[in-house]
């Protein structure tokens, strides 16, 4: 029983001497030093059975404040910044004019591969503008994605349209390439 009382107590003081020589993990420095101070004389005048404070202090061993140093292979830098958020996959061309309205794309991309074309606007003040605005729409569009480019046919009857809708589909294909995203 004896000895088991003496291991845990010196267990108890090894630990203790470890965390104050190392600094303690997260211990602010005020806290440490004070724990490297150890007990000021005024702490224990007047305790039954404390030495007397005007006798002199026997001299006990002081542990030597040592210097921890960064174990190579070893992370010992803080936690890493989060990796950046994913780029988005949508570029968004320029509104474009004409006569009959307003042209305005959305590329879709994977990488650097255009998988769709959306349109924002598109001329609809008419039903004509309506029909034809779907038409180009819808073939351009595809071309586009199958083409991977803006170098497209002109759809018939809505030249102006389509040429907007190509204007718009260059400077969003610009824009891609040089790395912009929205």
């Not at 000021?40 to 007397?52: E, F, I, M, Q, Y």
């Not at 994913?86 to 990488?111: I, T």
């Not at 349209?161 to 204007?167: H, P």
């Amino acid at each position: 029983m004896r000895r088991a009382v003496l291991a845990v107590a010196g267990l108890a003081a090894g630990t203790s001497l470890l965390v104050v020589v190392k600094g303690g993990a997260g211990a602010a420095p005020d806290t440490v030093a004070a724990a490297n101070a150890g007990p000021t004389p005024s702490s224990s005048a007047g305790t039954p059975g404390s030495p007397d404070p005007s006798a002199p202090a026997s001299k006990a061993p002081v542990a030597k404040k040592t210097t921890a140093k960064p174990k190579p292979g070893k992370n010992n830098t803080a936690a890493a910044p989060p990796p950046a958020a994913p780029k988005s996959n949508k570029v968004v061309g320029p509104r474009v004019e004409n006569p009959y309205g307003a042209v305005q794309v959305v590329l879709e991309l994977d990488g650097n591969r255009i998988v769709n074309v959306r349109t924002l606007e598109m001329p609809d003040q008419e039903a004509r503008s309506d029909q034809l605005s779907a038409q180009v729409e819808s073939q351009l569009g595809d071309e586009a994605v199958r083409e991977q480019g803006a170098d497209l046919d002109t759809v018939s009857g809505a030249t102006e349209t389509s040429e907007a809708y190509k204007e718009s589909l260059r400077k969003a294909i610009d824009r891609m390439k040089k790395g912009e995203r929205d």
